[in-house]
């Protein structure tokens, strides 16, 4: 079935460095959802993504769909311990397959 | 406010008790859906409803029930709950299904089965 990998699974990082975290799947991605988890709380909506190679922006937060439509990824520019929590991609319109999740922490 | 609710909030129970565990949101939306979270898994679907009486299974449909008599609530039922059933559960919502929509995150149920 199709999956979608997600890495790093971990990552620390000083208050003020980038972060980023990247999600692969082997079959072409109608879609790419962007979700974060604070500790303790559920997941909530980021952006979405559809069309191929495209690029949106949130503030210090960077998404972009691959060109093939088969990757994605989530930028932070300059991390504050706001951005703390984990992040995941998921793919779907009525089924969904989620990544497996980039727990972010950062050092202040 | 727009909400989803889900309840019991903590739940530890022994194995083979019948549970449901409560969600409802007050959106009016056509779309809800079940999830549990595991360490290192992700999250993953457990069922999902496109609308009134209309339900399919997602990944993981294994020694769960669902039903969706009404728009707005959507029980999960563990007819004869097993330990590794132990899990944190999240009901979501959308506005319909399809690839636009966003979905809303009830708050949880960390469910423990001894």
């Known amino acids: 079935g199709q999956q979608v990998m997600q890495i790093p699974q971990y990552q620390h990082v000083q208050e003020g460095e980038d972060f980023t975290t990247y999600c692969n799947s082997s079959?072409?991605?109608?879609?790419i959802q962007w979700y974060k988890q604070r500790p303790g709380g559920h997941p909530v909506f980021l952006i979405q993504?559809?069309?191929?190679?495209e690029v949106k922006k949130q503030k210090r937060l960077t998404f972009q769909f691959g060109e093939a439509k088969k990757n994605s990824s989530l930028h932070i520019t300059a991390t504050q311990t706001t951005d703390v929590g984990t992040y995941f991609c998921?793919?779907?319109?009525?089924?969904?397959?989620f990544g497996t999740g980039t727990r972010l922490k950062v050092l202040a | 406010e727009a909400q989803v609710t889900q309840n019991p909030r903590y739940l530890i129970t022994v194995t083979g008790k019948k549970l449901t565990v409560t969600c409802s949101q007050n959106?009016?939306?056509?779309?809800m859906s079940w999830y549990r979270q595991d360490p290192g898994l992700g999250l993953r679907q457990i069922y999902y409803?496109?609308?009134?009486?209309?339900?399919d299974k997602g990944d993981v449909p294994e020694g769960y029930k669902v039903s969706r008599k009404e728009k707005r609530n959507f029980p999960l039922i563990l007819e004869s709950p097993s330990p590794n059933q132990t899990s944190l559960y999240f009901c979501?919502?959308?506005?319909?299904?399809?690839?636009?929509?966003?979905?809303?995150f009830g708050p949880g149920t960390r469910l423990t089965v001894t």
């Open positions: 993504l559809v069309k191929s190679g």
């Open positions: 079959t072409t991605l109608s879609n």
């Open positions: 959106m009016n939306h056509e779309y």
């Open positions: 998921t793919s779907g319109t009525y089924k969904y397959i």
């Open positions: 409803s496109m609308n009134v009486e209309v339900t």
């Open positions: 979501a919502s959308s506005f319909r299904a399809g690839r636009a929509y966003e979905q809303y």
